[in-house]
DNA sequence: TTAGCTTCCGAACGATCGGTTGCTATATTC
DNA sequence: GAATATAGCAACCGATCGTTCGGAAGCTAA
């Protein structure tokens, strides 16, 4: 029936397969992102979408990346420009606030689910959801690390514990507005990183 | 080929399903509980497994049922007989933490696992889900109520977002643990608690 | 024009899903 | 001891799972 497309068509045909693979992983988790529900719902053959990856598993490779990029494009990329440190590990949490308070995603954030989904089990789609989690909380840990060397935090201040409560933050408003749809979560998360990242 | 049970027999079959099906939705999620895993596991037909429940649904209220009981046995009942309040508020924190580090069932808690799962959907196992954990939050709030009425915590303090904080210090705890298998996470999680738990 | 490459489809594969149906064998009740 | 109730099994149902295969259709290079 459909015949070849175009180059640009094609990367267009797989981008609208892993954006739409991503909604509704984002729902209904990474296992729960069907072959089949894909295809219907882009109203192509099962065939068609396979076909552009081989296996499940590569779409669901392709899908995390994708939320990956997702990531940064709505939270990375709208950190403004600030000075390293303190100023920036606030802005760079004010935009995971944003970023999950602007429901970008239905399911909510994507890597939150998709960590619970997959953390007790081994394979790859597992290690790249650690690794961009590590990633991030890479970045998180270097601008506190700053912030303690620039005196805007405290000397003793143990960096390890203040990423752990500030990922504690954003866990805890992903569950607030997703399970209980509690509007003033968003509320509370910024008062506990005000709190947290206080001069 | 098996016969019948007596009435003993026959509570202790479903007992079996029941907890077996736990520590399987633990690990793989309630959708990824199946029936056909859950008899081979047991050594049974699957007709002998939904016998005892009559739809896959009921057997997964069933399990969040179980899951409730043994949060209770393992985490409620634990928490010493101490007086209301302050004090009481941080052993029942302590025995939360203590739960997920003893790590009573394979794929963390459930609840975390769970809650995540189903945010997105309705129907009555969310319903069951969402519940469980209102009770639980409920609790805390009371004990929080308490301690700020007998001026253990601060007069002007947000119970409301003293409950968000300890949520969010037990979901990073599970995340930890369970992603990352991070061992220092049930100390970062004591140390979080003692903060917001000050007198 | 022609040959090749690629995208996508229709159809089918074996496996597994949740669930149903008869049946056997036993515990319980009378 | 006879009648009844029921736990569990083997077999099967239609649906769906991920995956494979052959071919149709159209773009591109020769």
Redesign the pocket.
Known sequence: ???????A??RL??RRIVDRGLEIASMEGL?G?????L?ADL?????????????????QLAVVDEAADVFVREVQERVPDVPVGLVRLREMCEAWVAYLERHVLPGGCFFTAAATEFDDRGGPVRDAIRGMSAVWQRDLRIQARMAVHAGELPADTDVGQLVYDLVGVMLALNHFLQLEGDSVAPGRARRSLRRLLAE
Do not use: D, N, Y
């Open positions: 029936m459909s015949p070849r497309k175009s180059v068509e094609t045909t797989r296992e992102l069907t072959i089949g529900r295809a109203g192509m053959s099962k065939a068609g979408v396979i076909g552009h990856f081989g296996s499940k598993e590569t779409l």
